[in-house]
């Protein structure tokens, strides 16, 4: 009995010595760079979600473990505990947000309607009528979501923005719906000059990480941790990094 009692402490010595759980953070392999970047093994190595989340578990003093799920699943893995934490969403974005707990605003992103630099500016909804548009699958777009359920503008999916601007080039799409961190980083990586971009003529959506609701104490913490990323200024110095200053409006934490 007395070997065995001290196996069991040996055991729970580890368990504390070992620290708190890491933080279960879904990063999907369809956020486009640079919101995430993966390797050839689709794991992630690099990008402003894994820079945000890696200082989250840094001022936590918690380590990060990263989750890449298809799009289509992230919701869910969130509801059923099985996930802690997915950034760059918005309750506008998913079919059920009250099953979620959000964070503050931490950045508004412009959203881009992507064209062949010959073609003509796209400044309303009408000029998409019987267009094909290139955009994301698993992604939800909001103001265009009529139009594509009664058909008068044709959604084409695709796993990532570079698999759309290609098709874009050889004249498969008309246009390609993007954001503008994602088409500047491409730019500014590619050097492409095939392409001319118009803004979506709805207001920049604020940009959340959605939390758990399996752990109320947790989510709280986290949600507070992000609050301080942003107010020291450090996801406007990362989104800087990637694409210059003045393209962001970082949402003031409340």
Known sequence: MRSHCLVLLFWAQCLVAAGPEPIRAVVSETNTPPYAIFNAAKELQAGLSKDIIDELGLSLGRAVSYLNLPR?????????????????????WVPDPDSLHWTDPLFSTQQLLVRRKDNTIITAVQHLAGKRVGT????????????????????????????????????????????????????????????????????????????????????????????????????????????GSGQHTVMPAN
């Open 72 to 92: 289509s699943r992230v919701e869910l893995w969130l509801q059923d505990g099985k996930a802690d934490l997915a950034c760059f969403l918005s309750p506008d």
């Open 136 to 243: 994301t699958r698993g992604f939800t777009y909001p103001e265009l979501e009529q139009v594509f359920r009664l058909g008068d503008v044709i959604r084409d999916d695709a796993h990532s923005l570079e698999s759309n601007l290609l098709r874009l080039k050889q004249g498969r799409l008309d246009v390609v719906m993007t954001v503008d961190l994602s088409y500047h980083f491409y730019l500014k990586t590619t050097g492409d000059d095939s392409f001319a971009a118009d803004p979506l003529w709805s207001e920049p959506p604020a940009v959340y990480c959605a939390l758990s609701r399996h752990n109320p104490q947790q989510s709280a913490v986290l949600k507070a941790g992000f609050a301080q990323l942003v107010q020291s200024g450090f996801i406007q110095q990362r989104l800087a990094f990637y694409m």
